[in-house]
Structures are given as structure tokens and as C-alpha cells.
């Protein structure tokens, strides 16, 4: 096809995405911004949690968005490749179909890190209140903050176990095992095609001692499992961020009386 020709039909099916895309429902609603509210007075040892939470909740809610238009943008190319021929369908595939299924199945991953290590930092901080002279400020730098961390200053605060919960869905097993393990093998190895390619044709095993070797190939990733993999973690990290949510409600109301106690001392 001359070069003129392709590009006019390449123009005339992204137009065509972008039309469906404009009605796309799927994965559900947005995270929403702005949603809590802060005294408008508070003493300089809360400063650091003051713009804590402003950065945090702005980058969770940007995060869990992002995802939100890499799942629309798939659910989009699916319907409208599904009947173009081969060559265009292959060339749309690799351009603006992988980027987005492997951002997003990265992203899910980072956005789960990034409700830890904001929950972690703010009930530290919060703890202050709480603890007043018993507060020690003895949390590892960032790039260590785990998991483990967060457990330990969450403890004393009742939200924090049923958003623990919540969190431990979000890119679990299940969802691992629904990517192939895309994740491991993207960094580490060779990971699944989306929707072209075969890989892993020779897998090898070391079990209870003993080496071998399989002979096959692992099938790539379609849309059609992907895509509602992808909107089931989502709607779980909406569910995480509700909890969350609850957990900063909590901490602001301890802060409101903190400081309505200080202003009766006086």
C-alpha cells in the first residue's frame, strides 16, 4: 500500500479509536481529588504531615488515574481491532496496544508500593499526636520503608487492618498468576507477548536437586483476559483508597483534638 494511502487509514482508525474511547465505560469511576480537610492552624511539628498528605493523596489519586486511561485505551484498541486485517491490526498492536498492557500491569504494582509508603510516613507522623513524648521519630530512609514498617506504626490505628487487607489483593498471586508472572519476567527475564509473540520456548527447572529442561512456549497475553484482569485491580485499588481515606479521617480527627485540648490549656 503506498505510503500516502496507509497513513490515511491509519488516521482514519485512531479517529475511529478515539470515538469509542469517548464512550468507554470501563474500569469504572475516577479517584477523586481534594477530598479531606486540614485545620487552618497547625503547630510546626505537624508541617511535614500537612505536605505529606497534599503530595501523597495528589500522587495517589494522579497514579490510579493513569491506570484508569491505560485500561480505557485497551478496552478501545480491542474493540477496534478486532476487525482490521492483519497488517494494520499487527502494527497497532505493537504501537499502542504492548505500551499500554505493560504499563499498566507495571503500574499496579507501583501504586500498591506507593499506598505503603505513604501509610507508613503519615501514621508515623500522626503517631506524634498520639504518643506526644513517647513518639520516636525512627523510621528507615524512604527507599527502605517495607510493608513491616507500616504494620508496626498502622498498629495502633483501628483502619489500618481492614486497609491492610485491601492492599494484599492488589497485585497478589492470582493477578500473577493471571499475567504469567508478567511482571518477574519483564524485569528479569523474557515476559509474555501481548496479544503476538511466543515465548519461553526452553524453561528450565531445579527441583529437589535435580535439573530439567522443557521443550514449548508461553502463549501471549489477549486483550480479552487482559482487560478484565486489569479492571478487577482496579476496582480493587478504588477499594484500597477508601480505606485509606478512612485511615486519614481518623488521624485528622485526632489532630483536630489535639489541638482543641491545647487551646483549653491556655
Known amino acids: 500500500m503506498p505510503y500516502k494511502e496507509h497513513n490515511k487509514k491509519?488516521?482514519?482508525?485512531?479517529?475511529?479509536?478515539l470515538e469509542v474511547r469517548y464512550w468507554e465505560k470501563t474500569p469504572g469511576k475516577l479517584a477523586e481529588y481534594q477530598w479531606y480537610k486540614l485545620p487552618n492552624s497547625l503547630p510546626i511539628e505537624l508541617m511535614a504531615y500537612a505536605q505529606m498528605l497534599s503530595e501523597h493523596t495528589q500522587e495517589l489519586s494522579n497514579s490510579?488515574?493513569?491506570l484508569y486511561r491505560y485500561i480505557v485505551n485497551l478496552s478501545s484498541w480491542?474493540?477496534?481491532?478486532?476487525?482490521?486485517?492483519?497488517?494494520?491490526?499487527?502494527?497497532?498492536l505493537l504501537e499502542h496496544v504492548d505500551p499500554f498492557a505493560t504499563l499498566s500491569i507495571n503500574l499496579i504494582?507501583?501504586?500498591r508500593s506507593k499506598f505503603i509508603f505513604s501509610i507508613t510516613q503519615l501514621c508515623h507522623q500522626a503517631n506524634m499526636v498520639k504518643f506526644k513524648r513517647k513518639w520516636k521519630d525512627d523510621l528507615p530512609n524512604d527507599e527502605e520503608i517495607y510493608f513491616k514498617h507500616a504494620d508496626i506504626v498502622g498498629a495502633s490505628w483501628k483502619e489500618y487492618k481492614?486497609?491492610?487487607w485491601s492492599i494484599e489483593k492488589v497485585g497478589n498471586k492470582k493477578f500473577n498468576e493471571a499475567t504469567k508472572y508478567f511482571?518477574?519476567?519483564?524485569?528479569?527475564?523474557?515476559c509474555p507477548g501481548i496479544e503476538l509473540g511466543h515465548t519461553e520456548f526452553v524453561k528450565r527447572r531445579v527441583e529437589d536437586g535435580k535439573v530439567s529442561y522443557g521443550m514449548g512456549y508461553t502463549k501471549p497475553l489477549t486483550l480479552a483476559l487482559l482487560i478484565p484482569v486489569l479492571t478487577e485491580q482496579y476496582q480493587l485499588i478504588l477499594s484500597v483508597y477508601e480505606y485509606y481515606k478512612k485511615l486519614i479521617y481518623a488521624q485528622i480527627k485526632i489532630i483536630e483534638k489535639s489541638l482543641i485540648d491545647i487551646n483549653y490549656q491556655f
Open 109 to 111: 504494582y507501583a501504586i
Open 64 to 66: 490510579t488515574n493513569e
Open 78 to 92: 480491542e474493540k477496534v481491532t478486532k476487525s482490521l486485517d492483519k497488517d494494520f491490526k499487527y502494527e497497532l
Open 162 to 164: 481492614k486497609l491492610k
Open 183 to 190: 511482571r518477574n519476567k519483564y524485569n528479569h527475564r523474557y
Open 10 to 17: 491509519l488516521g482514519a482508525i485512531y479517529e475511529e479509536f
